[in-house]
């Protein structure tokens, strides 16, 4: 059976794996229900694809444009779960993983601007030197991120810069959000429980219903104007080593 890929095709429960993807250009593209595994996209051109229902197993994106795709009920993981998808030097700017497992993704030095997660699981995953900004004139750059009811623990998003984006109801549970720029994020309902974040930015961030077990308020780089709900004071300064005597 011979599989031709090219823009706007749409293809339907066939295994991909041993077709070349690289420098194909696959805009608008429809995939429903395929296997990809150990396959390799090197300058594909994926804009405003759809993948539904795919298996994407230890697939490397290189120099990929993934602009304004949409990955929905996809797997990334391998079958043993410790190795996941590698997007590096890619464009992954407003595309959208939705109910997808990304389990030990790599995001490389690859641009996400706009870039949404709706209820993935990201347990493990590296976001190494990630972009999520767009700069729109010499003055002006906007962040922008929707990470929303996901599966982040032990996640390292070392120095990810996601200041006023929405992270609500996400779980960072021994995650390392060291130097992480948060000013101003929705974190709310978020587990941050024993995540590692020493010189993050938490000013003005939205903290309320989140649990905050563990996190040292001397460790942050900046809190001033952080929104939290009266009964999430007392494990904070717990953690800060205070005694506290309610009566």
């Known amino acids: 059976m011979t599989i031709e890929l090219e823009s706007g095709c749409t293809i339907t429960g066939v295994d ?3 077709v070349v993807f690289a420098e194909a250009d696959l ?5 429903t229900g395929c296997t990809l595994r150990d396959v390799k996209l090197s300058g594909t051109c994926l804009q405003d694809a759809r993948f539904v ?8 994106f290189a120099n990929a444009d993934v602009r304004d795709a949409l990955f929905d009920k996809c797997s990334f993981a391998d079958e043993d779960g410790h190795e996941g998808p590698q997007f590096a030097f890619c464009q992954l700017d407003q595309t959208r993983f939705v109910r997808s497992d990304l389990s030990f ?3 490389d030095r690859s641009t996400l601007f706009g870039i949404e997660l709706d209820a993935c699981n990201l347990r493990g995953a590296i976001f190494h030197k ?5 700069a729109f004139g010499r003055k002006l750059v906007k962040t922008v991120a929707t990470i929303r009811g996901c599966n982040l623990e032990l996640a390292d998003l070392t120095e990810a810069r996601l200041s ?11 995650a390392l959000l060291i ?3 948060l000013e101003g994020a929705d974190l709310r309902g978020c587990d941050l429980v024993q995540a590692l974040t020493h010189g993050a930015k938490f000013a003005r ?11 040292n308020l001397r460790e942050l780089a900046s809190m001033d104007g952080m929104i939290i709900a009266a009964d999430q004071q007392f494990p904070l300064l717990a953690a800060m080593g205070l005694e506290i005597y309610t009566g």
């Open 16 to 18: 991909l794996s041993d």
């Open 27 to 31: 805009a608008g593209a429809r995939f």
């Open 53 to 60: 229902g795919c298996r994407l197993i230890r697939c490397r």
């Open 105 to 107: 993704a790599r995001f």
């Open 130 to 134: 990630t972009d999520f900004s767009r």
């Open 164 to 174: 006023g984006c929405d992270l609500a109801r996400s779980n960072f549970r021994e």
């Open 179 to 181: 130097d992480a720029d």
């Open 205 to 215: 961030a939205d903290l309320r219903d989140a649990d905050l077990a563990g996190l």
